[in-house]
């Protein structure tokens, strides 16, 4: 049953469990969703007692949001990882391509996680605080390379990053994880020229 102390783990051994219950997690949420997935579920694919995982964890949420913020800060880091390495200013079609391989690579990387912490940000506000807080970033990374690109603070690079990321969200997330309706080829092609005409009024 769960409890109020929720452990924290100063040797090995327990990081090792937490690490095991974790990914347990991961694996339940990706193969069975939200619903089905329990405190005892995952404590079974992690091989252990349920007790052993309130020891860990709240609940199945922690697990989730904990979750999230791991793969967030996998965003985060190639995200700046992308910008960092801008050498070209103006090649911006091969820079968005660099974009949308990322952004396909972590939705495609476990699309049943990903389905399940769309679903539950509605309902969760801690899952849509750290996913709001993503979004922002990722606007933020966007409006830089904008103004790289055009090499003027002129035009509004904050609203055309909202935009362009809304694109690249909105459309990877209905190819990869709906039903696509045309090869990855033809969308990754289609998407990075639709990009462009967007970011290409931003350059002087």
Same mark, same amino acid.
């Given at each position: 049953? &769960?409890?109020?102390?929720?452990?924290? &783990?100063?040797?090995?051994? @327990?990081?090792? *469990?937490?690490?095991?219950?974790?990914?347990? $997690?991961?694996?339940? =949420?990706?193969?069975?969703?939200? $619903?089905?997935?329990?405190?005892?579920?995952?404590?079974?694919?992690?091989?252990?007692?349920?007790?052993? =995982?309130?020891?860990?964890?709240?609940?199945?949420?922690?697990?989730?949001?904990?979750?999230?913020? %791991?793969?967030?800060?996998? %965003?985060?880091?190639?995200?700046?990882?992308?910008?960092?390495? !801008?050498?070209? &200013?103006?090649?911006?079609?091969?820079?968005?391509?660099?974009?949308?391989?990322?952004?396909?690579?972590?939705?495609?990387?476990?699309?049943?996680?990903?389905? !399940?912490?769309?679903?539950?940000? $509605?309902?969760?506000? $801690?899952?849509?605080?750290?996913?709001? +807080?993503?979004?922002?970033?990722?606007?933020?990374? !966007?409006?830089?390379?904008?103004?790289?690109?055009?090499?003027?603070? @002129?035009?509004?690079?904050?609203? *055309? @990053?909202?935009?362009?990321?809304?694109?690249?969200?909105?459309? !990877?997330?209905?190819?990869?994880?709906?039903?696509?309706?045309? +090869?990855?080829?033809?969308?990754?092609? @289609?998407?990075?020229?639709?990009?462009?005409?967007?970011?290409? &009024?931003?350059?002087?």
């Amino acid at each position: 049953m &769960p409890t109020n102390e929720v452990r924290v &783990p100063q040797q090995d051994r @327990a990081r090792r *469990t937490r690490a095991s219950l974790l990914e347990a $997690a991961r694996a339940e =949420f990706s193969r069975h969703g939200y $619903a089905k997935t329990t405190a005892r579920s995952i404590a079974k694919q992690a091989g252990v007692a349920t007790g052993t =995982f309130y020891q860990y964890f709240a609940d199945k949420d922690a697990t989730l949001t904990e979750l999230l913020d %791991v793969r967030l800060q996998q %965003v985060r880091d190639r995200i700046m990882g992308l910008v960092a390495k !801008v050498e070209a &200013p103006h090649d911006v079609a091969a820079q968005l391509n660099d974009v949308v391989s990322m952004v396909i690579e972590l939705h495609r990387d476990d699309p049943g996680l990903h389905a !399940v912490l769309t679903e539950r940000r $509605a309902h969760d506000a $801690a899952l849509d605080a750290l996913q709001l +807080d993503s979004e922002k970033l990722m606007v933020a990374q !966007v409006a830089t390379l904008l103004r790289l690109w055009s090499g003027s603070d @002129a035009r509004d690079h904050e609203a *055309t @990053a909202v935009v362009v990321v809304g694109m690249i969200e909105g459309s !990877v997330h209905a190819h990869v994880l709906g039903h696509a309706m045309v +090869d990855d080829d033809r969308f990754h092609a @289609a998407l990075v020229d639709a990009l462009v005409r967007v970011a290409t &009024p931003m350059i002087a």
